[in-house]
Every structure is written in C-alpha cells, then in structure tokens.
C-alpha cells in the first residue's frame, strides 16, 4: 500500500471560507484510502491562524505552519512539506479545491506508480498564445510588452500542461525537478506551471507518465487529456477535484464557455 499525503493549503492570500468548505467536503465525501491529511497554513497572522485552527477541531490532521515568511507560491510549501515527507506520495490541494465524489483517494491511488504525475485536470493553453488578443484592461504598450515576454519563456498553442492543484507525485521526484528555482514572482510561479520549463514538461523529458485521471477511474495521456471531461471541456462531468476555476467555467452561459474552450483545448 502506497504511503499517501493529502496536503491541503490553507494561506492568508485566500479566504477561510474556503478551508470551511474544503473541511466540509473532506468529512462528508469518503477518501476511500488510507493517508495523512496535512494543512499546510502560509503567511497568517496569529489571530487569523487561531481561527482557523478552530475550524479543524473535528477532523483528524497533521499542521504544517510554513516557516517561510516569503510568499513563494505554493511551490516553496510543497518543497518544505516534501522534505519532511520523503518517502511519500504527495497529493496536492490549493485553497480553493476539494473533493467533489466519494472514493476520491481510492480513485487516484489506484494508478500510482513511482514514475508517473497524476493531475486532475489539465489544458492546452498558452499565455503566449493568448496574448496576441489585447486584453481590455492592458493598453498597447502593456499588451506588447506581455507578448515579448511571454515569448521567450512560455510554448506557443498547444501548450500542454497539468494544472497544479490537485496533482499527485512522489516527493522525491518533486524535489528533484523544483530544486533551487526561484518561486518569489506569480510570473515565475505561472512559468513552473505552464513556461516551457514547467513541471509537467521536466517529467515528460525524463519519460515519465504525465496523466489525467477522471472519476471513472480512467488515466489520459498527453494527446487525450480534453476527453477526461476534467477541464473546461462539455458539462466537466469528469470531475475527482473542484476548483474555482473549474466552477467559473460551469457557471459561464454558453458563448463564453466555447470561448474558455478554445483556449483551453483550440478549434
């Protein structure tokens, strides 16, 4: 039997309602796999810490207070959790995500393997890509210096890539690809995720099983991951995990989510 975290983050850049819910959600809707369930809580204040301590008292869970100060994303917590952990499995929760089906774990841990990175869902889109379309709020001088950025950093469309909440690897893999890499900027933070040197391509180049999983238990590669129905793709009906931006998508009318499609997956 695999040895698995759960590790859920809990930061002051996100509301406690979310923890609520992800606590909510957690109870009611069964693992179906032995683990550890760890909150890892970054950057709070005492009074704030204290309060959402108290939304824990009737679950069973380890605290991890993150001793860094700085805001390196979720990536430096992960890497600080990964380092007392590692012999484990880490399955990683932002704080915006929790379980949506029963058997969730038992689903995910059923596809295991030492080589492999499991996510929940993933997409195809490239901020490259995208920025050739000015957003409304960027005058022209702003969108063009996006565009050359972006450029040298990201992979044009198709860009594909897990989406990093959600997503399960063995901590010394983790490790191994996050090393030293500055985590202190969103822009870097956006390019561990999706830049050309992001997560999921590190893996792909080591030959590594990159997949999705969807709720029936059935993993997707790289070329089918749209058909997991886990990501902005028809009704998400394959979802294990939701997001906010998976529950944007749902509540989008639908001109706007053939529009979130396009992005996400193309013509």
Known sequence: MKKINVVYLSSKYVDAKFLSKFVYKY?????????????CFKNLLEEELKKRLKKLKNIKCEIFID????????????????????????????DYTYPVCNNWLKIIAGKVKFNRII???ASNSSHLSNAFYRHKDDNYFLAIFKLLKYLF????????????????????????????RSTKTK??????ESGKKSLTNYFIKK?????????????????????SETFSYKDQSGIIMSDNKIRTYSALNKRLKLKNFYKCWGR
């Open 207 to 227: 030959k590594f099983d990159v997949v999705v999983i969807n709720n029936n238990g059935k993993i997707f590669y790289k070329n089918e991951w749209k058909l």
């Open 153 to 180: 950093f990201i992979p044009k469309y198709p860009n594909p890539h897990i989406r990093t909440t959600g997503f399960l690897i063995h901590a010394k893999n983790y490790l191994e690809f996050i090393q030293n």
């Open 27 to 39: 109870k009611r809707l069964k693992s179906g796999y032995k683990h550890k369930l760890i909150i």
């Open 67 to 94: 001793p860094s100060n700085e805001n390196d994303y979720e990536w430096g917590s992960i890497k600080r959790i990964c380092e007392k952990n590692k012999k484990d499995y880490i399955f990683f929760l932002n």
């Open 119 to 121: 996510g929940c869902s």
């Open 187 to 192: 822009f870097q933070s956006l390019l561990l």
